[in-house]
């Protein structure tokens, strides 16, 4: 990061343990040479440290100018871009990332539209959930000390028949916060109150609060300008959530098509399985659009995780990386 000729290191995080939901601490660490670090992120890249949670990031150079920029992705945040300006990293806005707060999984960083400039491919929750999110209807978190104990809470709303509305039930929400079973005896009056009867306005008002806008994976294709086009996959692309991307011209016609790996088996019985990715290929069209190829599909079951190329004897494979499953060696036809 400072161009001495030894390597640094970049750490992010996605959770604080114990707090679901509140913003983790992110850290360059600045290399000595003798293999001692110090921690120089304040200086370097303030902003980090208030974007929330970091799933996934890159290293890239999104502008041309011969310096690395860093691309980051996460739970409760946009897709964003720090670029480099020589002493440190700043996020720009008006971008067309700015309203792009999702569950993003992962961001990969590819000329997708070979116009010479480089894209984003981020992976977020899908829309196989009962859960949908808008700018007008967000996902949002709040975290705060609503039963007034001393410790902070989280509650997650959605929009249900256009009101906000808690996901998690009566029972959950009584474990967490007695005060609510006193107040409310019966399921038919909790289901009957608003947000500000069940936590008060003014606990929600002082809430940390953070909000998703966006729950589609998506291309953001680069004008080669600073500016991004959204554009969502296609519907297949929406059946579960990605964890990870391997561009690839899986079809040999020039074009960089997607293997697309994830699902998601550790869910509320309210919402069920994520799991309808069964080895995804989606090709290239052109211009940012990709259509459903199933004839190109992997014999890829589970939770998919990681999916990376390799060479075994000089032929090329994937391995792919399961949760709670043994990883799949796959060959691929020459």
């Keep these: 990061i400072d161009q001495d000729g030894d390597l640094d290191i970049f750490i992010s995080s996605d959770a604080v343990p114990g707090a679901f939901g509140k913003t983790p601490e992110h850290g360059f660490f600045e290399n000595d040479g003798t293999g001692r670090f110090t921690a120089v992120s304040a200086g370097l890249i303030p902003e980090l440290q208030t974007y929330g949670p970091i799933d996934d990031f890159s290293w890239a150079d999104l502008n041309g100018d011969g310096s690395m920029d860093l691309v980051v992705a996460g739970h409760w945040g946009p897709v964003a871009v720090f670029y480099n300006t020589g002493s440190g990293w700043e996020r720009r806005t008006n971008s067309g990332l700015d309203a792009s707060n999702g569950w993003w999984n992962c961001i990969e960083v590819t000329d997708i539209d070979q116009d010479g400039d480089l894209d984003l491919i981020a992976g977020n929750w899908g829309l196989n959930s009962k859960f949908r999110a808008s700018p007008e209807t967000p996902l949002t978190l709040y975290r705060s000390d609503f039963d007034q104990n001393g410790s902070e809470e989280p509650v997650v709303t959605y929009f249900h028949k256009g009101v906000e509305t808690p996901f998690a039930s009566r029972d959950e929400l009584g474990k967490q916060m007695p005060f609510l079973n006193k107040k409310y005896r019966t399921y038919h009056d909790f289901a009957g109150a608003t947000l500000e009867e069940l936590f008060g306005a003014e606990a929600l008002r002082k809430a940390e609060k953070k909000e998703v806008f966006e729950l589609r994976s ?17 519907n297949i692309g929406q059946a579960s959530t990605i964890y990870d991307f391997l561009p690839e ?16 088996h550790e869910m509320s019985t309210q919402l069920g399985r994520l799991d309808a990715f069964q080895g995804l290929v989606l090709k290239n069209n052109g211009a940012g659009s990709f259509s459903w190829a199933p004839e190109m599909a992997l014999p890829v079951s589970g ?25 799949l060696f796959l060959s691929k036809h020459e």
């Design 218 to 234: 998506c291309v953001f294709l680069n004008d080669g300008h600073g500016q991004f086009e959204k554009i969502p996959l296609p």
């Design 249 to 264: 011209d899986v079809d040999g016609d020039g074009d960089t098509d997607l293997i697309l790996i994830g699902n998601l």
């Design 303 to 327: 939770a998919g995780r990681v999916i990376e190329p390799l060479r075994i004897e000089n032929k090329a494979h994937y391995i792919i990386g399961r949760n709670n499953a043994a990883p």
